[in-house]
C-alpha cells in the first residue's frame, strides 16, 4: 500500500513537471519566441499540436480525447495487476511515467483543445514534443529492453490473467450456441 501511494505522488508530481513547463512555454516562447539552447541541434520552439504523437490525426480532440480515457483506465487497471514484488519495481515505475504522460497530454487537450509542444531538435529536424511525450517514448522503450533482457516471458504471466478472462467469456458464449 505504502508503494501505491508512493507512486501516486510521483505521478503528481511527473504531471505537475509536465503541466508547469508547458505553462512556461505557453507564457514565455509563445510571447518572446525560440529560445536556442545548442545552435542549429536544440532549440525550444512553441508549438500547439491538435492531433496526436508528431501532428498525426489533426484536430480530432474529442476522438483523441476519448481514447486517452480508455487507455488511461486500462493502463491503470493493469497497473493495478502487476505483482507487488520488489522484482516488478521497474515495470510499477515505467507504468507511472506511461500513465502521467498519457494524462499531461490529456489535460491539454481538454483544456486547451490542444497538447503544448516546445522542444525541437533542429539537428535531425525531429518533430516538436514536450516532457509527457518524454515520458511515453523513454519509458516505451525501458520496457521493451526490461523485458528482452531482464524479464522471461513467465515474469509476465500476471498479463495473461487479464486478457484470459475475456477469452473465457467468449468460450461461454460459444459454448451456449
Not at 52 to 72: E, N, P
Not at 93 to 98: A, H, L, P, Q, Y
Not at 116 to 139: G, H, K, M, Q, R
Amino acid at each position: 500500500m505504502k508503494q501505491r501511494i508512493r507512486h501516486l505522488i510521483y505521478l503528481i508530481i511527473l504531471v505537475l513537471i509536465d503541466q508547469l513547463s508547458k505553462y512556461w512555454a505557453r507564457t514565455t516562447l509563445k510571447k518572446d519566441g525560440p529560445i536556442s539552447i545548442i545552435s542549429g541541434v536544440l532549440k525550444l520552439q512553441y508549438h500547439e499540436n491538435t492531433g496526436a504523437v508528431w501532428g498525426i490525426m489533426a484536430d480530432k480532440t474529442t476522438f483523441l480525447s476519448i481514447i486517452t480515457v480508455i487507455l488511461t483506465i486500462l493502463l491503470v487497471f493493469i497497473y493495478f495487476k502487476i505483482p507487488n514484488k520488489k522484482r516488478y519495481l521497474p515495470v510499477h515505475i515505467i507504468w507511472v511515467f506511461i500513465i502521467a504522460g498519457a494524462i499531461g497530454n490529456f489535460i491539454d487537450r481538454i483544456s486547451l483543445k490542444y497538447v503544448v509542444d516546445f522542444i525541437y531538435f533542429e539537428l535531425i529536424d525531429f518533430p516538436i514534443f514536450n516532457i509527457a511525450d518524454c515520458y511515453l517514448t523513454v519509458s516505451c522503450v525501458l520496457l521493451l529492453i526490461l523485458s528482452l533482457f531482464y524479464y522471461k516471458d513467465d515474469d509476465f504471466e500476471f498479463l495473461e490473467s487479464i486478457f484470459k478472462i475475456g477469452k473465457r467469456k467468449e468460450k461461454d458464449l460459444e459454448n451456449k450456441e
